[in-house]
């Protein structure tokens, strides 16, 4: 049986304490009615006995202090709220227990925003991670040693685990059953809890909207007159020259700045400008690819696909109020 402690650190979010313990003890439920014998042994680990949660709506009953826990197999770490270097700083006695726990074997779950905790440890410096989409700026900035997946739903490196945005831990728990009971189980409770196996993106959801918490003031303006011509054919050199920056010089302060290339920013601006009119309007794909600069369908298509994960008539499709009505 495998010893699982699902942490619940202060300013956690209880969804993502009670999900895990949820999942992992209907697997336990499965395999006992099946005449089995249970796969984990989950327990509630922290700093004190209770934790109050959501600003004291909720208290969560601690089953073990870390300070009592020498050994676990698994390291479960819920989604955090609030300011993540508030919630870090909050939680900094939970780091070298982390981090004591993985060097004895552990493997290491990060669930959405739990990711931010993780990475305090160290552990994933020069390895990759997933977090929410909405905070990857935030990540980049505050862990620029972790390499992060835009879009990935599920990361796995060198027994540490990390999970995309909001229920898309659904997914990593799925996989951790998958990993430690079998294939056959992981179906059974992707059943049971209705939950698409196998997903692998959360591209469809990403709302890109640049970075701009930098100083580069003329990065900024470029990024500012990129989204304000979405329609034209904007080219790296005109706006180098518009800005009186050599190009590669221009390339090198865009990157280090928005964590984009040039050629990447007007990408996901024009495709993001593109989503919004298919989600909200009766337009065709045609007219949407004018509409952002496009003249070529299947280059429209094709860089529509890689940022989106879909075609634009599948996204059409799934997120158009008409085609919901």
């Keep these: 049986m495998k010893h699982v402690s699902i942490l619940v650190p202060y300013d956690s979010v209880l969804a993502a304490i009670f999900d895990p313990r949820y999942i992992l003890s209907a697997v336990n439920q499965f395999l006992i009615d099946a005449g089995k014998e249970p796969a984990f042994d989950i327990k509630l680990i922290g700093l ?50 982390i981090v004591d726990q993985y060097h004895k074997g552990a493997e290491v779950t990060s669930l959405c925003l739990g990711a931010f905790l993780l990475a305090e440890t160290g552990l994933l410096d020069g390895k990759e991670c997933s977090t929410h989409w909405l905070f990857a700026n935030d990540f980049r900035a505050m862990f620029p040693n972790v390499t992060l997946t835009d879009g990935s739903i599920i990361t796995e490196t060198e027994h540490l685990y990390s999970s995309g ?68 054919k904007i080219s790296i050199e005109d706006l180098a020259a518009r800005f009186a920056i050599g190009r590669r010089h221009f390339i090198r302060r865009f990157k280090k700045a928005t964590n984009n290339t040039p050629a990447e920013y007007i990408q996901r601006v024009k495709i993001e400008a593109a989503k919004k009119h298919l989600e909200n309007t009766a337009k065709n794909i045609n007219e949407v690819m004018y509409d952002v600069g496009y003249t070529d369908v299947k280059a429209f298509r094709t860089v529509f696909k890689k940022i989106t994960g879909l075609s634009p008539i599948d996204y059409k499709h799934r997120y158009n109020r008409q085609n919901a009505a």
Aim: charged share 30%.
């Design 48 to 97: 004190e006995p209770q934790i109050q949660l959501s600003g004291g709506v909720f208290s969560v009953n601690i089953d073990a202090l870390c300070k009592d826990v020498e050994k676990t197999d698994l390291v479960i770490i819920p989604a955090l709220s609030g300011d993540m270097r508030t919630s870090i700083a909050r939680n900094r006695e939970l780091v070298p227990w």
């Design 165 to 232: 945005g909001a229920s898309s831990y659904w997914n990593l728990l799925l996989h951790i059953v998958e990993k430690y009971v079998g294939r056959e189980m992981a179906i059974r409770a992707s059943k049971f809890f209705a939950i698409e196996i196998d997903r692998k993106s959360q591209s469809p959801f990403i709302m890109f909207n640049g970075q701009k918490r930098h100083e580069d003031e003329p990065i900024k303006k470029a990024q500012e007159f990129i989204e304000e011509n979405l329609a034209e």
